[in-house]
């Protein structure tokens, strides 16, 4: 697709690099922000995509299944579990937000992890509906850095 527009794609490239080379994030709070939103879109290569040697952090496939189910939070981490919540109200708007989210968000992620989870939101929402948008697939399995 980015050969149509390869300026477009080189953007997109550098955008993603930035995001990756400077995170400070744990891989599982991403992991669990990211498949969230691949779910949300109904984007099926983000929905597929994987950590590499993710099994060593516990991303199993457990892991990815249950971020959907509000009553399965109790299984992650107060981090992720407000990273999952983060990224179901960034998909759904800015009214999604409370006054209590962003004091229960505040109290575990400084402002620039916020401002950081924020940016890999606006990446995985916009990138992943494009990706549902124009059907794109993959017919092999995607795998990322942790």
Known sequence: ????????????????????????????VREAARIRIAHIN???????????????LGLDEAFYA????P?????YAPREALAIG???RFAAGPAAFDDAFW????AVFADSE??????HCA?????????AVMEIATSCPIRIPA
């Open 103 to 106: 004091a229960a968000l505040r």
């Open 123 to 131: 990446k995985w929402l916009g990138l992943g509906r494009l990706n």
């Open 114 to 119: 916020v401002v950081e989870l924020a940016a």
């Open 42 to 56: 109904g984007c099926l290569p983000c929905s597929q995509t994987r950590v590499e040697g993710g099994d060593a």
């Open 71 to 75: 009553a399965q939070r109790d299984r």
């Open 66 to 69: 249950g971020v959907d189910d």
């Open 86 to 88: 983060f990224a179901e």
């Open 1 to 28: 697709m980015w050969s149509l527009r390869p300026a477009l794609g080189a953007a997109v490239g550098a955008f993603g690099a930035a995001l990756k080379d400077e995170s400070r994030l744990e891989t599982r």
